[in-house]
């Protein structure tokens, strides 16, 4: 049984490197007014294989309001180590859940104390100010945002829908 998990483990250590990163999704993607934030500010994030450039708020009228901030970082990585056979204490966190370091067969050689996993994808996001609050509120279902991505040759633009506004207080 110990041997059976052993191998069952080398094989996801070595099925992680194999064939490359799997695409990321490019549709997480979404606009909003945060709760509790600035009523006239939409707020858009987005999780692609290419960053945030430009965004901007385009009106009924085609009058497109550019984003007052754009951020893009690469997605975070996170490290772990594990114990290797002859007792030598790299670390005591194998980094796969309910998984401990003694899961691996005595037996198993070669695997690499240290591992990095990386997400290929880039955390973007973009604050836009409305021109005309009144204006928006009352056609918001006719606004929509469009967002420039990655630097040419690459550049891709896409459009999403605006957000209902917040609803109003007092």
């Not at 490019?26 to 965004?55: C, K, T, Y």
């Not at 401990?100 to 100010?129: F, H, K, M, W, Y």
């Not at 420039?148 to 109003?168: S, V």
């Amino acid at each position: 049984m110990l041997r059976g998990i052993g191998l069952l483990a080398l094989l996801l250590l070595a099925g992680c490197g194999g064939s490359g990163p799997a695409p990321v999704p490019n549709d997480q993607m979404q606009a909003s007014f945060p709760p509790g934030g600035i009523a006239n500010q939409i707020e858009v994030s987005a999780v692609d294989r290419l960053p945030l450039r430009g965004a901007a708020l385009v009106a009924p009228d085609g009058h497109a309001t550019p984003a007052i901030s754009v951020t893009a970082n690469p997605a975070p990585s996170e490290s772990f180590s594990q114990e290797v056979p002859n007792g030598t204490n790299f670390g005591n966190n194998f980094g796969v859940a309910n998984i401990g370091s003694t899961a691996l067969s005595p037996g198993v050689v070669g695997a690499s104390p240290n591992t990095e996993t990386r997400l290929l994808a880039i955390v973007s996001t973009a604050s836009i100010q409305l021109p005309d609050p009144v204006a928006y509120r009352h056609d918001w279902q006719a606004y929509h945002i469009r967002l420039q991505f990655g630097d040419p040759p690459q550049a891709e633009t896409r459009e999403i829908a605006a957000p209902a506004p917040p609803p109003a207080s007092g």
